[in-house]
Every structure is written in C-alpha cells, then in structure tokens.
C-alpha cells in the first residue's frame, strides 16, 4: 500500500510511444531523482498483452518494467494511471480508443464516432455507467500495468466527466450515484490486490458554489458523490488540480481534506498560479492541523500534459538547471518543479 507518512511529492506526465523511454528515463535521472521526487504517476497509450488489439499506443510492458526499475534505483514510486469513466477518446473530439470500436455498446454516446466531432459540440467519450461489461476488459488492463509498474497504486482518472446518464441504460438515473458506484467498484478491485487508488478530484467538486469552471469542477450532478462515502471511501487518494488563478482561493482544498481524503494540490506550467495555490493549500494545512480535520495535506504534483518527447524533456530539464528557457516546449513546466517541489519537501518539518 501507499506510503502517507512522507509528503507526496509528484510528477505526472504522459508518455504514448515507445520511442519516447529513452526520454521519460533522462528526466527520470536528471530531474525528478536531483529533485528528490518521490511519484511517479505515468500516464501511458500502451500496448496491452491481455488485448493487444485494443493498444492506446506503443508503449510496452517491457518498456513500463524498464521505467519501474529505474525508479525503484531512485526511490521513487512508479503509479500507471488508466483513465477510466471519463476520458475514453484520446483528446476533446468524438473518436475513441480501439475498444470501443469494437464494442461500442459499451459508450455512453456511440452515435459519436468521428474525428469531425469536436468542442464545443463535443466534450469526451466516457464509458456507459450502467454497462458492467466494461469491466471484462478493464480489470486485466488495470492489473497488467500495475504489474508492469509493480505499482502500490493505480491513478484511475475520473476527471472532466460530461457524458453522464444521457444513454439509454443511463437515463432517470442519479449522475452522482453512477459515478460512485464506478469509484467503488475500481477501488475494490485494486484493494483486493492489496492496490490504493488514486483520482483526479475535479468532479467531487461544486463548480458552481466554488468558483471553478465546468473542467475543474463539476456542473452536470455528479459533485453530490462527494458526500456518499461508502462508495466514494475516503482511503481514495484525490488529486486537485488547478491551473489558474484564482483570486478569492481553492476551497476545493479544504473541502477535500475535512471530508478526510489525503489530498494532492496538482499544478502545470504556470508558476505564479501554482505558488498562488500552494499558499492557499498551505492555509488549509494548518486549519486542518488546528482543528483536526480527517484528512490532510499530502503533498504535491507537478503535471505535464503534451506526450513526453525528448524535446519536451530538454525544455524541463533547462528550466531545472537555472537556465532560461524561454517559451520552449516543457520549460513552464520545469520552472514548476523547480520552485514548486522544494516548497512540498516542507510539509516534512
């Protein structure tokens, strides 16, 4: 199991080819280990054994073992992340992954199958709530790249869920219970094999009442699963991400952590708004202490969201050495971990 007695101090990014290794294992060694990251969380379009027909991308068990082993030298926590729900196409258009090619049944929206379609006429694919047959295929998913990551968690995604209760199956039906029935059924499978679970926590939250928009928060009824704990259990990791600025704070941060989950404030490339958030998550950190709160502050995550190529890791690793980079791809990213992570190391003292 996950580790909650040292400060998470993470870094997300997505790799989709297995071309692209070389380049996620420079920055493993000279980034994240000079940095003293302790998380991994690997985002991959991977090759699957137990389907091979129904790969995301090139990258392979063998590819994730390597990248594990490596970690494992730095001491750093390798956590695959599948994401599940939500985010069944490969971007903001109408086309998704191979599976559901085959078995479009298993879409909340098959009517939906082209890369014509996009925002704002639509959003993202996600998988039919109602459909228990998606499970057949996500179950040996989920274990086969925990075991390639030989992994204490699994990050199962859930965020900027749209497609809710619109299908058939779905229709009449509670947005927030599908989407804690869901949790819970994922969670239990992964802590059967002794696995925590890890979400991004963007659809627990009242976009609304909190002052987030429609991605960071949620807008469409699925934020009162906040408050059904018995399937959405507070042994769940939740990652809060937030990328602008927002000036009246984060209450999403504080209503995580006094609902009891050890919650992760998760930042991209912009380093004035994630200073701006850490010093809010500070705050709820030391209510959180003063009144007793279940929950905590867990740490911190850095993201990247452009496929990892070894340009993009040039950029990081440039703005990690002091260096001015510019605009060049990933160096907004590298000022964040360079000034971010030393700030989650004093969640420590």
């Known amino acids: 199991m996950f580790d909650r007695s040292i400060p998470l101090v993470g870094f997300h990014t997505i790799v989709a080819k297995h071309e692209a290794v070389d380049a996620l294992v420079r920055l493993i060694e000279e980034g994240l280990a000079p940095l003293d990251f302790n998380t991994l969380i690997l985002e991959m379009r991977y090759a699957f054994r137990c389907f091979p027909e129904y790969a995301t991308g090139t990258v392979t068990f063998e590819d994730a073992r390597r990248v594990a082993d490596v970690c494992e030298r730095h001491g750093i926590r390798l956590v695959p992340l599948l994401p599940c729900l939500s985010h069944q196409s490969a971007g903001p258009r109408g086309n998704p992954y191979p599976l559901y090619h085959a078995h479009p049944e298993l879409l909340e929206r098959p009517d939906v199958i082209s890369d014509e379609i996009d925002w704002p006429d639509f959003a993202l694919h996600s998988w039919c709530a109602s459909n228990d047959d998606i499970f057949e295929y996500i179950f040996p998913m989920l274990d086969e790249m ?137 705050e709820a950190h030391f209510l959180a202490n003063r009144h007793g709160w279940p929950g905590k502050l867990g740490g911190l995550l850095c993201t990247n969201w452009r496929a990892l190529d070894e340009e993009l890791v040039e950029g990081m690793l440039a703005s990690i050495r002091g260096e001015d980079a510019g605009d060049r791809p990933g160096a907004g990213v590298g000022r964040v971990m360079a000034q971010l992570v030393p700030k989650g190391k004093e969640l420590k003292k």
């Open 146 to 282: 925990a075991d390639a990551c030989r992994a204490q968690a699994v990050h199962v995604g859930m965020d900027e869920l749209f497609e809710v209760g619109v299908c058939p199956r779905c229709q009449g039906k509670d947005p927030a219970a599908l989407y804690a029935r869901t949790l819970k059924i994922l969670h239990d499978h992964l802590a059967q094999r002794g696995l925590d679970t890890m979400i991004w926590g963007d659809r627990l939250l009242d976009a609304q009442k909190m002052g987030y928009s429609m991605w960071e928060g949620d807008r469409f009824g699925v934020h009162p699963a906040l408050h059904r704990s018995e399937e959405v259990t507070r042994d769940i990791i939740v990652c809060d991400w937030h990328y602008e600025w927002h000036s009246a704070g984060y209450p999403s941060v504080e209503t995580l952590i006094r609902e009891g989950f050890f919650t992760v404030p998760s930042f991209w490339n912009n380093v004035e708004n994630a200073k701006h958030f850490w010093l809010h998550a500070l």
